[in-house]
């Protein structure tokens, strides 16, 4: 079993639409959770990062975990055809020495 | 402060080369992280520095591969006797502990092609 899950899609939209990616993960040590944008043949773009359960909104971007569930999400509102991308959820322990990603999500959104 | 970078951007060497590869991280970055990507799949772990000291290393690197930061400024990525399976993106990230929160800033990656 991988330790990050992450349904690789890939996930149409209309532009306008909200967009849920999820990942779940089962090891619990794991306390800090980043999204990642990817574009085709660039390196990973941070989008958010948090360390704790709950919500954590920026801009059209919320980031929400749940400890107890293992499971993180992300919600795009008022999607964009620029956000067409794949998008990598990632996680580490405190220490900060080795982070996992997940294998991410293609997502495609339709003018 | 321009980044993280890396160089070459794409590498084309035929099996049994060696190749080396450079990362220049965010200046004053501490930290310095190696990953292996493949298509259709995110990062794969290799290994992590705290400035000169690598502190962890994936199992799955081989003996093959090695990394420096001699400085604990920019580091390298050896890669002896390549195999096709090496074929694959090779990302460094970088990031700013204990003053930042462990988020990582990544460069544009290397792209290895072995044949």
């Known amino acids: 079993q991988k330790e990050v899950e992450q349904d690789p899609g890939p996930l149409s939209v209309p532009e306008g639409a909200i967009v849920s990616l999820n990942c779940t993960y089962s090891?619990?040590?794991?306390?800090?959770f980043m999204w990642y944008r990817q574009y085709s043949r660039k390196g990973p773009e941070l989008l958010m990062y948090?360390?704790?359960?709950g919500n954590k909104e920026d801009g059209r971007f919320t980031a929400q975990v749940d400890k107890s569930s293992k499971y993180i999400s992300l919600f795009i509102r008022d999607s964009q055809p620029s956000d067409s991308a794949t998008y990598l959820c990632?996680?580490?322990?405190?220490?900060?020495?080795?982070?996992?990603f997940g294998s991410g999500t293609k997502l495609n959104v339709k003018p | 402060d321009t980044g993280v970078s890396q160089d070459p951007r794409h590498k084309i060497t035929k099996r049994g080369q060696n190749v080396t590869f450079r990362c220049d991280p965010i200046?004053?970055?501490?930290?310095l992280y190696w990953y292996r990507q493949t298509l259709g799949q995110g990062p794969e772990f290799l290994t992590y520095?705290?400035?000169?000291?690598?502190?962890?290393k994936s199992r799955l690197l081989s003996d093959r591969f090695s990394a420096e930061r001699p400085k604990g400024s920019f580091s390298t990525l050896e890669i002896q006797r390549t195999e096709q399976g090496d074929s694959a993106m090779y990302l460094c990230?970088?990031?700013?502990?204990?003053?930042?929160?462990?988020?990582?800033?990544f460069g544009p990656g290397t792209r290895l092609t072995v044949t």
């Open positions: 990230a970088s990031s700013l502990e204990p003053e930042g929160e462990g988020e990582q800033y």
């Open positions: 090891n619990s040590a794991f306390q800090y």
């Open positions: 948090t360390y704790s359960s």
């Open positions: 990632a996680m580490s322990a405190w220490s900060f020495n080795k982070f996992y």
């Open positions: 200046s004053e970055h501490n930290r």
């Open positions: 520095f705290q400035n000169e000291a690598q502190l962890e």
